[in-house]
T-cell receptor
């Protein structure tokens, strides 16, 4: 079985500051990992995904995440926050290529302070 | 290209009534997923289909919930009878093969 823990249900950063959203996972097999973003009253949109290729994954809107097997982490970062980044972010895991079952974390709501 | 389409976007009903949520996946996608999102439990997978056939319904909470996919372009999630604890946002997602799941905008259900 797999699980995802997102540290911090709510993170606030100033506009222009570094964004760091934390995600730790557990999986009995090599995982595939995803970050999704949800804007208010909208569905989830894929930001980026790790599928056992490069450990540093670049996504849309300037976000990136690094897969660290030794730390079982997949933290999401962005060098400079923009007001439009305010949303809820979800980390998700699926146990490798053979499964379609995404297990989501509880989400982290990002606020950007002008 | 149109994304995943869900209807209705909002539904308010009274306890005991039947509720039907609808989903049109992206054309050409052969996997369809139904999720439920609540504050308490987060996002949960309810059921998914491959080529219109239900593959895993272990996430369906109880017999009051049922899902069908009569053809490649349409799926329904039905709750009968509905209860206040069913209030949530229900998402439909679709994908092709083992690729990224694309989510619809969701149906916000309130059962009074």
């Amino acid at each position: 079985a797999q699980s995802v823990t997102q540290l911090g249900s709510h993170v606030s950063v100033s506009e222009g500051a570094l964004v760091l959203l934390r995600c730790n996972y557990s999986s009995s097999v090599p995982p595939y990992l995803f970050w999704y973003v949800q804007y208010p009253n909208q569905g989830l949109q894929l930001l980026l995904k790790y599928t056992s290729a490069a450990t540093l994954v670049k996504g849309i809107n300037g976000f990136e995440a690094e897969f660290k097997k030794s730390e079982t982490s997949f933290h999401l970062t962005k060098p400079s926050a923009h007001m439009s980044d305010a949303a809820e972010y979800f980390c998700a895991v699926t146990p490798g290529a053979g499964s379609y079952q995404l297990t989501f974390g509880k989400g982290t709501k990002l606020s950007v302070i002008p | 290209d149109a994304g995943v389409i869900q209807s209705p976007r909002h539904e308010v009903t009274e306890m005991g009534q039947e509720v039907t949520l609808r989903c049109k996946p992206i054309s050409g996608h052969d996997y369809l997923f139904w999720y439920r999102q609540t504050m308490m439990r987060g996002l949960e997978l309810l059921i998914y289909f491959n080529n219109n056939v239900p593959i895993d319904d272990s996430g369906m909470p109880e017999d009051r919930f049922s899902a069908k996919m009569p053809n490649a372009s349409f799926s329904t999630l039905k709750i009968q009878p509905s209860e206040p604890r069913d209030s949530a946002v229900y998402f439909c997602a679709s994908s092709t093969g083992k690729q990224t799941q694309y989510f619809g905008p969701g149906t916000r259900l309130l059962v009074l």
